[in-house]
T-cell receptor, first 118, second 110 residues
Framework: GAVVSQHPSRVICKSGTSVKIECRSL??????MFWYRQFPKQSLMLMAT?????????EQGVEKDKFLINHASLTLSTLTVTSAHPEDSSFYIC??????????????FGPGTRLTVL | GQQVMQIPQYQHVQEGEDFTTYCNSS?????IQWYKQRPGGHPVFLIQ?????EVKKQKRLTFQFGEAKKNSSLHITATQTTDVGTYFC??????????FGQGTRLTINP
């Protein structure tokens, strides 16, 4: 149980284009989803927290107009990187937490999406 | 803001040796979680500690949460090659989010 999928797993795009990444909880309802960014051999940096049906809460320094997050249902959240540039190239990982985990409880991570912007 | 420091950044051991990674928070935590990320993979939840002074064991892994709820450690006894990966601690402050430490990358000589 507690499986989270992410699509696509890998994407290469040209500078200036927008990329949408989907995060799905497959066998549980995710009341909260988190989006992280991870540079090679570094830690996970939280970008934003999203609760189903409400606006995402962005961390300091993360541009909400550049990284659009939508959490339209209890099983799906999307991250859209708008007008991507080479410096946006990174590993984007989502995680989800369900009701059973409780507030502050364990997060289940997706496999990540490797974004390369040329 | 809240910071979680983790040391060491890297650790290389011979198979069979013990391994420990340490985590310190700048503020008191409501809970601490530990995750393992294999090379090329994603973080996988290992455990959550909530109580002051709590100690939990999972086979060869021992997790501790400090009395002041500001530090934690993960100790692996008699490492095996399957233990290879990066171990992250993540601190929670009662809010929804976790703040991850920098991680300790463990490599093992068979």
């Amino acid at each position: 149980g507690a499986v989270v999928s992410q699509h696509p797993s890998r994407v290469i795009c040209k500078s200036g284009t927008s990329v949408k990444i989907e995060c799905r909880s497959l066998d549980f309802q995710a009341t909260t989803m988190f989006w992280y960014r991870q540079f090679p051999k570094q830690s996970l940096m939280l970008m934003a927290t999203s609760n189903e049906g409400s606006k995402a809460t962005y961390e300091q320094g993360v541009e909400k107009d550049k990284f659009l997050i939508n959490h339209a249902s209890l099983t799906l959240s999307t991250l859209t990187v708008t007008s991507a540039h080479p410096e946006d190239s990174s590993f984007y990982i989502c995680s989800a937490r369900g009701l059973a985990s409780g507030r502050g409880g364990e997060q289940f991570f997706g496999p990540g999406t490797r974004l390369t912007v040329l | 803001g809240q910071q979680v420091m983790q040391i060491p950044q890297y650790q290389h051991v011979q198979e069979g040796e013990d391994f420990t990674t340490y985590c310190n928070s700048s503020t008191t935590l409501s809970n601490i979680q530990w995750y393992k990320q294999r090379p090329g993979g994603h973080p996988v939840f290992l455990i959550q500690l909530v109580k002051s002074g709590e100690v939990k064991k999972q086979k060869r892994l021992t997790f501790q949460f400090g009395e002041a709820k500001k530090n934690s450690s993960l100790h692996i006894t008699a490492t095996q090659t399957t233990d290879v990966g990066t171990y992250f601690c993540a601190g929670g402050q009662g809010a929804q989010k976790l703040v991850f430490g920098q991680g300790t990358r463990l490599t093992i000589n068979p």
